[in-house]
């Protein structure tokens, strides 16, 4: 009987249609909240590979001053090759200066930019990435010329002689 009602059945059309509107902006709200997880998830990200690049650069400064430091080895030189770093070449046995050639956190491959002296030794790698860094200031006294650098690849890992290492 209820089924026939007018007044009846006109109330229950507008209760589907105001629960309707209740979904949909529900899943407008969740919409919403992904999107913004998913920026800040992304942000995140590219904060972490900003601390990789700075961990890593300064893993290759510090193996180009060993390379160049070594109290037991021949003459005060810069390495040739990054593979040099991994296996230094002036010795018979295995010096490692580095572990392993490391990739480009930001641009996920192993080729970087070099920074060669005159005689084509190399003085220190830079990214490759034309990416503008989130992070512009605060960088440890190693890392200070990269204060307001506008890309990655302007922030350039070299050892200078007499510069401290680590």
Known sequence: ?????????????????????????????????LALAGLVWSFAQERQKER??????????????????NPNGPQKEYPKRLEDLVRDPRYTGT???????YADPITGKIEWGLIKSPDGSILGVYSLSNKTPIKTGNFLPSDHLFENKPRYSDWKFIYAFGAPIG
């Open 52 to 69: 990789e690049l700075l961990f890593v650069g300064d893993q290759f400064r510090t193996a180009i001053a060993r390379y160049y430091l």
């Open 1 to 33: 009987m209820t089924g026939n009602h007018p007044i009846l059945a006109g109330k229950r059309g507008s209760e589907q249609g105001f629960t309707y509107l209740g979904v949909l902006f529900t899943v407008a709200l969740l919409g919403t909240q």
């Open 95 to 101: 010096i490692r200066h580095l572990r392993k050639i």
